[in-house]
């Protein structure tokens, strides 16, 4: 009997291939801004030019420095702009489609005339950070690169993962490793604002999840730092992610409907009015999951189908002297993980029911005001929250009551104020401060080994401040030379904690093209905010608990780096870093001498300690390497090389190595893109991962049994690590384009040759032995998307 699937393709290609066919010449617009890289203010009179067109297309900005330029064929085009005074910019690979206007906004950096000759050089380094005060193991990203790199999933932490220096921490969740930091050490910004873990299935405290709230059809390139970052960031030991949403269209209506593994999708965007410059976005997400189950669809998962929805939206309004916005992120998401229907398989729980359920939203208000043409201010007001509960019902120990209860709430005020001031072409001011107010409530409880009674590990509702200030400072000695100096306070009121953080980072660019870079500052952290509400059983008779984590200072870190940067021609870039960075006042536990808050992260959950002090330190040194050719003519690729050791010291002061010490990391990615007649494209893309193996916990089989509970041979934490990890991942996409609208199908094939990535290894009570579970096998991804 024939199968139908080959029919099934051959009428696909076939209709793709009458499409293409029958399809005609369409053109597009693009249209946008150019602005002064400094205070954002427009520039009137500047040239923009769209090159490798026949005849030169080109046009120069309006008094609000805005461009229009009409008819351009679809496909990839790069443009240059330029202005007297400033430094040209090219701008490569931007991408016209039929369904959607291109609308972008270019900023230019100003030039530091010396006595010598001018010599004008265009900035193409799309690898250099939007914020100038960035120097050092600082780049940007764009939204195409997100989609483009097979097995990112459209996901920015997943795409970082290609990055020199970082790492994924499984290949369930998006958590990332930077310089073998934990995860924890991540900061999370949205337009200006520090937020909550932005993703479905996370939890408090931690950075990463299974799904990304962040929308990037929502998104405009952003930055992401690995150390040594401007004053401006605080709160953070590892790196941050500086992520920015742009604009809605402000003179078209336009539409967006997706439909993936990750979601079924809706998003639009236009003006409020035909004669109005201010715009709206909106996009709004439901897990395809929960919907195929709920239409009788299996998918082998038993009851533990993902359900989860987010909203992301944002509104601007210019206006005469500035502009306000107004944004907002958030989700809900639960799940139910259950041994009894033998659904923890996949998920490494053994032996226990768990219910999860999570919600996280932010919501602001940013407002712009231009003093004069070299100062504004950008004040902030906002609200962020997160909630988590689980239920673990222990199926060996009491399968009727729950053994762990917990529900952690966190809500924040936030209000920021930031004052820039360019004094002159060489000198540069930033400074400002942010106050949070939190509203907390936090409950876990346990059942006690008699299982008669519950110990209450958490039981505190409060409030408490924290407020940070800064202050950076950059000189331009010319415009191949600059140094910036800066300073970051914090204090957190609950304790009176505090921490002072100098920053200092030098850029030298000793010839055309090439570069060198030094960074060095202090950094700091507050602890997860449940940890100072930790409580022990002090009085068994009268049930009276002690807060003995309380008084817990911040973590710390200084961090030392030195790099080199190499443009080879106009496409290729090389660059070179080394790393070291010394960790102290790490908490640590006299009750667990081996444990530290380092090995902490990356997971569904955290060891909570009491009793802890900060007496801990730890030690991460490294080198990274970066090779890459910059998409042009169809073709890129991306090569990145990590070696780094990550190790840390216990209450017992015991050298050990850090959970997240894989020692080495290699990733190669590459592409090719393909014209398809004069109104399509078709793409493949390729990853390839080689890494060293995640550190054991090794499980202590004999204790286990005698428990029938999981218990861990603590004395060899971290010793070993598991088989090095392999992984390859591909893409396909093709885009097709109508007069109106355009479409894209896309599959990525996750784990194309099936390896098996050890995930965790486990206590399994029921069989009464230790049990591997693996990553993620193959898996294919299908994802269909529309713009009209």
Do not use: C
Not at 7 to 26: F, K, P, Y
Not at 464 to 484: I, K, N, P, Y
Not at 716 to 730: H, I, K, M, S, W
């Amino acid at each position: 009997m024939k199968t139908p699937f080959p029919r099934a393709i051959l009428l696909v290609i076939t209709t793709l291939l009458i499409m293409h066919v029958n399809g005609q010449d369409i053109t597009q617009t693009l249209r946008g801004r150019v602005l002064d890289g400094f205070t954002e203010l427009p520039l009137p009179g500047a040239t923009v030019v769209v090159t490798d067109t026949d005849p030169l297309r080109g046009t120069a900005t309006d008094v609000d420095g805005n461009f229009r330029i009409e008819d351009l064929a679809l496909g990839r085009i790069s443009i240059r702009v330029s202005m007297v005074g400033y430094q040209p910019s090219v701008v490569n690979n931007l991408l016209l489609r039929s369904g959607r206007e291109l609308v972008v906004d270019i900023r230019l950096e100003e030039q530091v005339y010396t006595m010598e000759d001018v010599v004008v050089r265009p900035d193409i380094r799309k690898d250099r950070a939007i914020n100038e005060m960035a120097v050092v193991s600082a780049r940007s990203f764009t939204i195409d690169e997100t989609e483009r790199y097979a097995g990112s999933l459209g996901d920015p932490s997943r795409m970082a993962s290609n990055f020199a220096g970082v790492t994924s921490v499984t290949d369930q969740r998006n958590d990332i490793v930077i310089r073998g930091n934990s995860p924890l050490g991540l900061l999370w910004r949205l337009e200006g604002v520090e937020i909550p873990n932005p993703n479905h299935f996370g939890s408090i405290g931690s950075t990463g999840g299974p799904i990304s709230m962040l929308n990037i059809n929502h998104l405009t390139n952003s930055d992401f730092y690995t150390g040594a970052f401007p004053a401006e960031y605080g709160n953070a030991l590892a790196g941050a992610f500086d992520i920015r949403m742009r604009n809605g269209n402000n003179q078209k209506h336009e539409f967006m409907g997706q439909v993936g593994f990750n979601g079924f999708e809706l998003g639009a965007e236009g003006p409020f009015s035909e004669n109005s410059q201010s715009s709206y976005m909106a996009n709004f997400r439901y897990s395809t999951l929960e919907i195929l189950h709920a239409a009788g669809m299996s998918f082998g998962t038993g009851s533990a189908v993902p359900e989860y929805k987010d909203l992301s939206f944002k509104v601007n309004v210019p206006l005469e002297r500035g502009r306000i916005s107004v944004f907002g992120l958030g989700g809900n998401n639960g799940i139910a993980m259950l041994a009894s229907q033998d659904d923890d398989s996949q998920y490494g729980f053994t032996g226990l029911d768990l219910y999860n359920s999570n919600k996280m939203g932010v919501m602001g208000l940013n407002h712009i005001y231009y003093i004069n043409d070299n100062a504004r201010f950008t004040n902030t007001l906002a609200v962020s929250g997160i909630e988590s509960t689980a239920d673990i019902y222990d199926l060996s120990f009491d399968p009727d009551n729950e053994k762990i209860k917990e529900t952690l709430g966190e809500v924040k005020y936030t209000f920021s104020s930031k004052y820039s001031h360019r004094f002159s072409s060489r000198n540069y001011l930033n400074t400002g401060f942010v106050y949070d107010f939190y509203d907390v409530s936090y409950n876990g409880m346990q059942l006690d080994p008699s299982g008669e009674k519950y110990l209450h590990y958490l039981d505190n509702s409060g409030n408490m401040g924290f407020a940070r200030l800064f202050t950076e400072w950059q000189h331009r000695f010319s415009d191949d030379l600059s140094v910036t100096g800066g300073l970051h306070a914090s204090r957190l009121f609950l304790n009176n904690s505090y921490a002072v953080e100098p920053r200092l980072g030098l850029k030298w660019e000793f010839t055309g093209g090439q570069s060198v870079n030094l960074g060095a500052g202090m950094h700091s952290q507050t602890q997860m905010k449940a940890v100072y509400f930790s409580q022990r059983l002090t009085d068994t008779l009268n049930m009276v608990y002690e807060k003995t984590n309380h008084d817990l200072d911040f973590s710390r870190s200084i961090h030392l780096v030195a790099g080199y940067d190499r443009l080879l021609g106009t496409d290729h870039r090389l660059k070179l870093e080394a790393y070291y960075q010394k960790l102290y006042n790490i908490p640590v536990a006299w009750r667990r001498p081996e444990f530290s808050l380092l090995s902490q992260g990356g997971g569904y959950g955290f060891i909570l300690d009491d009793n802890m002090d900060n007496t801990g330190t730890g030690e991460n040194k490294g080198m990274e390497l970066t090779l890459e050719k910059f998409l042009n003519k169809g073709f890129y690729y991306l090569v990145t090389a990590s070696v780094f050791d990550a190790g840390y010291r216990g209450y017992d002061g015991v050298w050990r190595n850090s959970a997240f010490n894989n020692n080495f990391v290699f990733n190669a990615l590459a592409g090719y893109e393909w014209r398809v007649g004069s109104n399509s494209l078709l793409s493949v893309d390729l990853k390839m991962v080689y890494a060293g193996g995640h550190r054991k916990l090794p499980v202590d089989e004999q204790q286990s049994l005698a428990d029938n509970a999981l218990r861990f041979k603590w004395n060899e934490a971290y010793n070993e690590r598991f088989p090095d990890y392999f992984r390859l991942n591909g893409r396909i996409t093709y885009r097709m384009n109508r007069n109106s609208f355009d479409q894209e199908w896309g599959i990525d094939l996750q784990n194309i040759t099936n390896h098996k990535n050890i995930f965790i290894q486990n206590w399994d009570s029921s069989k009464k032995e230790v049990s591997t579970y693996y990553q993620m096998g193959f898996m294919p991804m299908m994802t269909y998307r529309i713009y009209f």
